[in-house]
């Protein structure tokens, strides 16, 4: 807590990415659960959900990040921007465990809000660089029903349809729609 004594905005975020380096991942989580009390995700902050989700990250506790994750989801349903948060972070890093964490973490967090164009089209991303286009293909459309002028979203749904699907019409009906709302 010192440590942050009068840091404010980018030092503050130096500070955490020196703590992230250096400080064992172990440390950190004993640290977060003696000061935590009762250990309840409920009553936890999204600053300390994140911190505690780093430091399992860096510790590669993968099924304990996930399980985390999922009572933090399903206590926090409003807290979305700290849910896809972590699901952005794990799945911009190639690792396979990372993503495949951001998709149960996206999935669950659409189960709860089917309409999220957020979660939708990150899970479309994530689905679609993992080669799965068929199911890459049914989040941009759910996308595009709930965002029918997301320039991104037609443009990656028209790639899907004409390179994995060869329905190079159709893509080039969503590439002009697109070129006329960008």
């Known amino acids: 807590q010192s440590i942050y004594a009068g840091a404010h905005g980018s030092e503050r975020r130096g500070v955490q990415m020196v703590i992230r380096q250096y400080v064992p991942a172990s440390v950190i989580l004993d640290l977060l659960r003696s000061d935590q009390g009762s250990g309840d ?3 936890e902050s999204p600053r300390r959900f994140m911190t505690r989700m780093a430091a399992l990250e860096q510790s590669g506790s993968w099924d304990k990040l996930e399980n985390e994750a999922k009572t933090w989801v ?5 807290e979305l921007p700290t849910s896809m948060g972590l699901a952005s972070r794990l799945m911009r890093d190639p690792d396979r465990e990372r993503r495949r ?10 189960a709860a809000h089917p309409n999220s164009v957020d ?3 990150m899970l479309a991303i994530l689905l679609q660089a993992r080669g799965c286009h068929l199911e ?3 989040f941009y ?8 002028k997301d320039v991104k979203a037609l443009n990656n749904l028209a790639w899907a349809l004409s390179k994995e699907m060869g329905q190079h019409e159709q893509a080039l009906v969503l590439v002009e729609e697109a070129l006329v709302l960008a």
């Open 41 to 43: 995700s409920y009553h």
């Open 74 to 78: 399903a206590d926090h349903p409003d």
């Open 101 to 110: 964490v951001a998709e149960k973490i996206l999935r669950q967090i659409l």
């Open 119 to 121: 979660g939708l089209r």
């Open 136 to 138: 890459a293909i049914e």
């Open 141 to 148: 459309q759910r996308l595009l029903a709930n965002s029918p």
